[in-house]
């Protein structure tokens, strides 16, 4: 079973994740945002096996480069967006001056992509690609717990009027991936609270079920 934390980091309240299995010394981290310092408090004493972004937008890559020198561990990003760690434009952190000063980070070591399935602290992660909000943004898949991002929200969805968004994609994400996960799944999105895929089918008012 999946022990699963929530951090509400940063300006924009994007929400990080620590998870861990049954080795609880040992765990992963889902999009660390900007201000980590709580998160970081909580991994003092832990082994973290990789940092995975559902995207990389400035907001939720903001404590990567601190973790990742603290800890060691790679991070793991879709090669659609592997050079937006590195360039504060096309992660957004240049057009958001009164909110951050830029934010770079190093390339990540390892590519997510459509399909794949990540072995890390004795879970499986299936990877789902999910474009829309952004062009490289994914969906994580342990069990029945679904990390979704930006794209799929609690009676929301992703914005789409950033760099490399487009509505059609996201809409297509939504419907022909993410509603097809059974109705118990629980969805982690990268803002506000939590909800299942069942909920969303039923009340969403952007993307209905088909």
């Known amino acids: 079973m999946l ?18 299995g049954e080795d609880p010394g040992k765990a992963v981290i889902v999009d660390p945002g900007m201000n ?13 096996e990789a940092i995975l972004l ?10 990567v480069e601190e973790i990742r020198k603290l800890k060691s561990c790679p991070v793991y990003l879709h090669d659609l967006e592997s050079d937006w760690l590195t360039t504060a ?21 390892f590519a997510l992509d459509e399909g794949q399935k990540l072995q890390l602290i004795g879970h499986t ?12 943004s994914v969906s994580l898949l342990c069990e029945n ?8 929200f609690r009676m929301g969805v992703g914005r789409t009027d950033l760099t490399g968004g487009r509505e059609r994609d996201l809409v297509d994400s939504i ?9 118990e799944v629980k969805v982690y999105p990268g803002h506000g609270p939590k909800t299942t895929i069942g909920y969303e089918k039923q009340n ?3 993307v209905p079920a088909r």
């Open 3 to 20: 022990n699963i934390r929530t951090f509400t980091l940063g300006p924009l309240q994007t929400n990080a994740y620590l998870l861990q």
């Open 54 to 63: 559902t995207h990389a937008h400035f907001d939720h890559i903001g404590g």
């Open 175 to 183: 419907q022909n991936k993410l509603y097809r996960f059974p109705d």
């Open 89 to 109: 434009k096309l992660n957004g952190s240049l057009n958001w001056p009164q909110v951050t000063p830029p934010i770079t980070a190093n390339p990540a070591e």
């Open 145 to 152: 717990d679904l990390f979704a991002g930006d794209v799929l």
């Open 36 to 48: 980590p310092g709580p998160l970081l408090k909580a991994i003092q004493d832990l082994e973290i």
């Open 204 to 206: 969403n008012p952007y």
């Open 125 to 136: 992660f299936q990877v789902y690609h999910t474009p829309g909000h952004s062009p490289g």
